[in-house]
């Protein structure tokens, strides 16, 4: 880990003013921002670690805890609550038995809820690993977890 932060610092030439895309450098990399990491690159830049955790829990894109494989976001706006999101989450929760804003334990699949993601037109709005799936329903979300992997025991659905 120590020589990857390394590596990642060096891109920007130690430079401590690119503290931002250097800890986004770093979650691509191990996909969440562990601990020894952060340390690593408060070290390298003669930054206060104190200085380096205010960033991270400043931006919400930041992530402490590991995240999985897939990521997925359910858009839980208005437009999209009141064309059903809410079930659409406690489908995908079921299916992948986490709550919403959690990762499984085998790192597969992390699934968070999120605000409005200027999409409205396309609502209910289901973002899969970085690609948007509008008009989303219960049966297509399960359609996409089946796809990535996931068994599904039931196989009722329809579209
Ligand atoms: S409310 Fe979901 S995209 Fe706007």
């Known amino acids: 880990m120590e020589e990857k932060v390394k590596e990642i610092v060096q891109r920007y030439s130690g430079d401590k003013s690119y503290l931002v895309p250097i800890l986004q450098d770093v979650q691509k990399e191990f996909n969440y921002l562990p601990k020894d990491a952060l340390f690593s690159v408060s070290a390298h830049l003669s930054v206060p670690i104190s200085r380096v955790y205010e960033v991270v829990t ?88 089946k796809k990535l992997g996931k068994k599904v025991a039931t196989d009722d659905e329809q579209d």
């Open 58 to 145: 400043f931006y919400k894109a930041f992530s402490l805890k590991p995240k999985g494989r897939n990521q997925l976001s359910l858009c839980m706006g208005t437009a999209c609550h009141v064309r059903g999101a809410e079930l659409i989450a406690s489908n995908v929760s079921d299916i992948l038995g986490i709550k919403e804003g959690d990762t499984t334990a085998d790192l597969e699949f992390s699934f968070e809820t999120v605000g409005c993601l200027g999409a409205c037109a396309l609502g209910p709005v289901l973002v899969v690993n970085g690609e948007y799936h509008g008009h989303m329903n219960i049966a297509k979300s399960t359609k996409i977890l």
